[in-house]
């Protein structure tokens, strides 16, 4: 039996600036263990190295430029990270610089580079597309959009307006840039008073709870739709109550975890991540001739097809020299109003 091989992991968050993450914040470590433990006979002796950045859109690109070069400067072989759509586009520049295989969880296709992997969380440049054609096919001719003004809520607007305009369906965009019980319900009234068919919240999640609470104080029955980061950042508590369409990492079909030992009050969504982000980085480590940056660069580039728990029944997971895209199949997925996901 050979010996274990060391091999040293760069985790990096980018919603902190010190070494607190925010209750409920993703941490993959438990399942990168869980993942290595799985395969033990392939397994490498992994050490994690942390870096906090207070990143996009409340920090800075920069916080999170300093947060990848102090990995890089440890000699990690691998960095997990940034979760954040805009941060993982300025940490995608920097690994292709730098020379150091990045796998992140972002919402962006543009997040993907010659050293840079996405395991995705959703999809800026497919969401908005499926938002249209879901109010097309149910006769809706006109949609208010309560967008987030950053990087990340104008990319999905453009999407959306060009979808929109594809449909002939009429778009009337209203800025929502404040988190407050006030300025949520003024963006809500204002969005009722171009009295759409349909309304929709492009964002990160900020505004999301202050939303969702005021257009729940008002007598509109209609369709809302909300992208995927935007619904996730919501508590918990507030998606069960929630009328809204919007998109899931997991679909009802997809059993991958039925049987999984989990904590009763884990989010299943959180749960499929994690557990599709320890097979690759376990699956690497296997393959990697030596677990250097170079070893590991090439192994997810020919990774073999694996099952996921993310997306619907049959979603696979898997690299290529061409394809830095993880998921494969049935992502991102639409899901109706008052639909409870589970792993079960």
Request: aromatic letters at 4%; glycine letters at 10%.
């Amino acid at each position: 039996m050979t010996s274990r091989r060391r091999v040293r992991i760069g985790l990096l968050h980018d919603a902190a600036d010190f070494a607190d993450p925010a209750p409920g914040s993703f941490d993959p470590a438990e399942w990168i263990a869980r993942a290595l433990a799985d395969r033990d006979e392939a397994a490498a002796e992994v050490e994690l190295v942390y870096a906090y950045a207070l990143g996009l859109p409340t920090g800075t690109a920069e916080a999170v430029e300093r947060a990848f070069r102090e990995l890089a400067d440890q000699d990690v072989s691998l960095i997990i990270g940034p979760s954040l759509a805009d941060n993982a586009i300025v940490a995608t520049a920097l690994a292709d610089d730098l020379r150091v295989p990045t796998i992140n969880w972002a919402d962006t296709a543009r997040a993907r580079g010659r050293w840079m992997y996405q395991l995705p969380t959703g999809s800026h440049e497919l969401e908005p597309g499926l938002m249209i054609d879901h109010l097309a096919a149910h006769g809706g001719r006109s949609v208010a959009v309560l967008y987030e003004p950053t990087p990340s809520g104008t990319r999905m607007l453009r999407h959306l307006h060009t979808a929109a305009q594809a449909a002939g369906i009429t778009a009337t965009t209203i800025p929502a840039s404040g988190a407050t019980s006030a300025e949520a319900a003024a963006a809500i009234d204002t969005a009722l008073g171009a009295q759409p068919d349909a309304m929709v919240h492009l964002g990160t999640g900020g505004q999301a709870p202050a939303l969702v609470a005021a257009l729940k104080r008002t007598d509109w029955r209609g369709p809302a739709i909300m992208n995927a980061s935007a619904w996730a950042a919501l508590p918990r508590a507030s998606r069960r109550d929630g009328a809204w369409y919007r998109f899931e990492t997991i679909g009802g079909g997809n059993r991958l975890m039925a049987g999984a030992a989990l904590p009763p009050d884990a989010d299943p969504a959180l749960c499929a991540l994690g557990h599709d982000l320890g097979r690759l980085i376990a699956q690497a480590l296997a393959m990697a001739v030596e677990p250097s940056r170079l070893g590991l660069r090439h192994a997810l580039d020919h990774l073999p097809t694996l099952p996921a728990a993310m997306g619907g029944k049959g979603t696979t997971l898997g690299f290529s020299v061409q394809d830095h895209g993880a998921l494969h199949g049935s992502f991102p997925l639409l899901v109706a109003p008052a639909t409870e996901v589970t792993t079960g």
